[in-house]
C-alpha cells in the first residue's frame, strides 16, 4: 500500500498533537471557504473538541464539554453542527461506536478504512480505493448495492501490543 494512502497513522503518544489539531482547523477553515459555508464558532467548537485526541468522540460526551463550558447549545443545535461536519467531510461518524473522529485529509476525495485499537481506542484512517473496488464487486455480484463504504476494523494498535 502506497504511503499517501494513509490518511491518518497512528501517532506516538508523546506527539506533539497541538499541530494536528491546527492543521485541522485549517484545513476546516479552507474547505469551508471553498464550498462557501461557515464555521460558525459553535461547528469550530465541536471540531476542536473531537480533535482533542485521536480517540473517537461520542455526542453525549461533546454536550457534557460544552455545557460544561456553559456555551449553552442546545443539543439540537450541537447535532446540526455534527451533521455540518459530517457533510463537509471534515470529520467522520464511525458506525461500530457510535462515535466521531476527525478526518486526517479533509481536503481529499478519499474512500475510508478505519483501524479502532481496542485497548487505547485510537483511530488510524487509511484510504485504499483497491479495497473498495474489490467489496463493490463481491458486492454487486450478489445484487447488493453499496450505500456507505466506509470499513472499520477492530484490533490493537503497535504501542499497545508492545504494552
Ligand atoms: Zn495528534
Ligand atoms: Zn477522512
Ligand atoms: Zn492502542
Known amino acids: 500500500m502506497a504511503n499517501d494512502s494513509v490518511l491518518m497513522p497512528f501517532k506516538d503518544r508523546d506527539h506533539a498533537h497541538q499541530s494536528c489539531l491546527e492543521k485541522a482547523l485549517d484545513q476546516a477553515v479552507k474547505n469551508c471557504e471553498s464550498s462557501g459555508v461557515r464555521l460558525t464558532p459553535l461547528r469550530r467548537r465541536v471540531l476542536e473538541l473531537i480533535w482533542g485526541s485521536h480517540m473517537p468522540v461520542k455526542a453525549y460526551d461533546l454536550l457534557d464539554q460544552l455545557r460544561d463550558e456553559k456555551i449553552g447549545s442546545a443539543p439540537p443545535t450541537v447535532y446540526r453542527s455534527l451533521d455540518f461536519l459530517l457533510e463537509e467531510g471534515l470529520i467522520h461518524k464511525l458506525q461500530s461506536l457510535n462515535a466521531y473522529v476527525g478526518c486526517g485529509e479533509p481536503l481529499k476525495h478519499h474512500t475510508s478504512q478505519f483501524l479502532i485499537c481496542r485497548d487505547c481506542g485510537e483511530v488510524a484512517e487509511m484510504d485504499d480505493p483497491d479495497i473498495q473496488q474489490v467489496l463493490s464487486r463481491k458486492a454487486?455480484?450478489?445484487?447488493?448495492?453499496?450505500?456507505?463504504?466506509?470499513?472499520?476494523?477492530?484490533?490493537?494498535?503497535?504501542?499497545?501490543?508492545?504494552?
Open 140 to 163: 454487486e455480484s450478489l445484487g447488493f448495492q453499496v450505500l456507505d463504504k466506509t470499513i472499520e476494523i477492530q484490533g490493537l494498535c503497535e504501542k499497545c501490543i508492545a504494552g
